[in-house]
C-alpha cells in the first residue's frame, strides 16, 4: 500500500485540471448575453387638434339666446348703423383646469369704435362656455351667468 499523502497530491491535481479544462470547455460553449435593447427615446405625443374650430365656437355663441337678443337690440336701437358680433379676443388658447378654450368676446360694432359686451371662454374639446367676469376676475360657467343677468333684469325692471 502505498502511503495516503502520495496518492491524494497527484488525484487532487488531476482532479483540478479536470474541473478546469471542463470550465474552460463550458465558457466556449457559452455565448455572452446581448446588452439590454436601448431605451427607445421618450415619445412627444403631438397634441390633438381641437375638436371644435374657432368657427364653430363663434356660431355657439351666436346661438345662444342672449347674444341673438343683444344683437338686435343693437340692431334697432342704431337703427342698423350698429351690429352685435363675436370676435376672437386672443389666438393662443387660454388653458383652464388643463383644458384648452378659444377666447372670444361679443361687442358692439359701431361706425368708428368696438365696445366689449361680454368676453366667453370656449373649450376646444367639448364645447363648454364660460364668462369671463372682468370686475372680479373670475370665470363662471354659463348657468351662474345666466342667473346673474337675470337678477340684474328683474332689478332693472321694478
Known amino acids: 500500500?502505498?502511503?495516503?499523502?502520495?496518492?491524494?497530491?497527484?488525484?487532487r491535481l488531476l482532479i483540478i485540471s479536470a474541473a478546469l479544462a471542463a470550465a474552460?470547455?463550458?465558457?466556449?460553449?457559452k455565448q455572452e448575453a446581448p446588452p439590454p435593447p436601448p431605451k427607445p427615446a421618450a415619445i412627444v405625443k403631438p397634441k390633438p387638434a381641437p375638436s371644435l374650430t374657432k368657427e364653430q365656437a363663434m356660431a355657439a355663441l351666436l346661438a345662444l339666446p342672449e347674444v341673438k337678443a343683444w344683437s338686435s337690440d343693437i340692431e334697432q336701437r342704431s337703427r342698423g348703423k350698429s351690429h352685435g358680433a363675436i370676435?376672437?379676443?386672443?389666438?393662443?388658447?387660454?388653458?383652464l383646469n388643463g383644458k384648452q378654450y378659444w377666447q372670444m368676446s361679443f361687442v358692439e360694432n359701431r361706425k368708428q369704435s368696438v365696445q366689449r359686451?361680454?368676453?366667453?371662454?370656449?373649450a376646444q374639446t367639448?364645447?363648454?362656455i364660460l364668462v369671463e367676469d372682468l370686475q372680479n376676475d373670475t370665470v363662471l360657467s354659463l348657468d351662474e351667468w345666466r342667473r346673474g343677468i337675470r337678477r340684474v333684469q328683474l332689478k332693472s325692471a321694478d
Request: with cysteine; net charge negative.
Open 1 to 11: 500500500m502505498t502511503p495516503r499523502g502520495l496518492l491524494s497530491a497527484p488525484l
Open 24 to 29: 474552460l470547455a463550458g465558457c466556449k460553449d
Open 87 to 95: 370676435i376672437e379676443d386672443n389666438p393662443t388658447p387660454r388653458t
Open 117 to 122: 359686451r361680454e368676453s366667453f371662454l370656449v
Open 126 to 128: 367639448d364645447g363648454q
